[in-house]
T-cell receptor, first 114, second 112 residues
Framework: DAGVIQSPRHEVTEMGQEVTLRCKPISGHNSLFWYRQTMMRGLELLIYFNNNVPIDDSGMPEDRFSAKMPNASFSTLKIQPSEPRDSAVYFC????????????FGPGTRLTVL | GQNIDQPTEMTATEGAIVQINCTYQTSGFNGLFWYQQHAGEAPTFLSYNVLDGLEEKGRFSSFLSRSKGYSYLLLKELQMKDSASYLCAVRDHNTNAGKSTFGDGTTLTVKP
């Protein structure tokens, strides 16, 4: 398996623009997580899905952030409009509901909002 | 909810042993994970404890005491490549989707 795939790997955009981050989880995994990581705040859980259904979105900072999982193999995280304080590394992770439930992380998207 | 504490930074010498501690307070408990994260990379799974005791995997071991809300990660025969951030993560029993709460991580620097 190729592991969790994220795109783009790097994104530089201007304040006010829409940003869409994409994630393909490991095939067969039931859960998908979106995280944001910064030096100041560490690794923050934004939202997670189980069997394509959003379970907990309490970590989503505000209405500018939205996430979807239309099927078991694809999820998006959208920021509209983007702001400089959204600059961070965004990780997608997936896990199986069986066994240890350890999470497998994608390589991340480094977002810079100017 | 979860509250997880671990030291911010640690320094050790190549070839030595280092112990990274993690304490947690939780309304429920269903497992503790350790992840390793090298600078500029994604976290990767290291170990998992759900019962009290020591789990050994090569140079790395992880210990858990549920009654004390305490875990540690033990790294033996340190190598320069072990310089990384080590994240403690706790899963509460109320989730069936593998959700874990992560600590802020301990940055370990291994010096020659």
């Amino acid at each position: 398996d190729a592991g969790v795939i994220q795109s783009p790997r790097h994104e530089v955009t201007e304040m006010g623009q829409e940003v869409t981050l994409r994630c393909k989880p490991i095939s067969g995994h039931n859960s998908l997580f979106w995280y944001r990581q910064t030096m100041m705040r560490g690794l923050e859980l934004l939202i997670y899905f189980n069997n394509n259904v959003p379970i907990d979105d309490s970590g989503m900072p505000e209405d500018r952030f939205s996430a979807k999982m239309p099927n078991a193999s694809f999820s998006t995280l959208k920021i509209q409009p983007s702001e400089p304080r959204d600059s961070a590394v965004y990780f997608c992770a997936s896990s199986s509901n069986r066994g240890r439930n350890e999470q497998f992380f994608g390589p991340g998207t480094r977002l810079t909002v100017l | 909810g979860q509250n997880i504490d671990q030291p911010t930074e640690m320094t050790a010498t190549e070839g030595a042993i280092v112990q990274i501690n993690c304490t947690y307070q939780t309304s429920g408990f269903n497992g503790l994970f350790w992840y390793q994260q090298h600078a500029g990379e994604a976290p990767t799974f290291l170990s998992y404890n759900v019962l009290d005791g020591l789990e050994e995997k090569g140079r790395f071991s992880s210990f858990l005491s549920r009654s004390k809300g305490y875990s540690y990660l033990l790294l033996k025969e340190l190598q320069m490549k072990d310089s990384a951030s080590y994240l403690c993560a706790v899963r509460d029993h109320n989730t069936n989707a593998g959700k874990s709460t992560f600590g802020d991580g301990t940055t370990l620097t291994v010096k020659p």
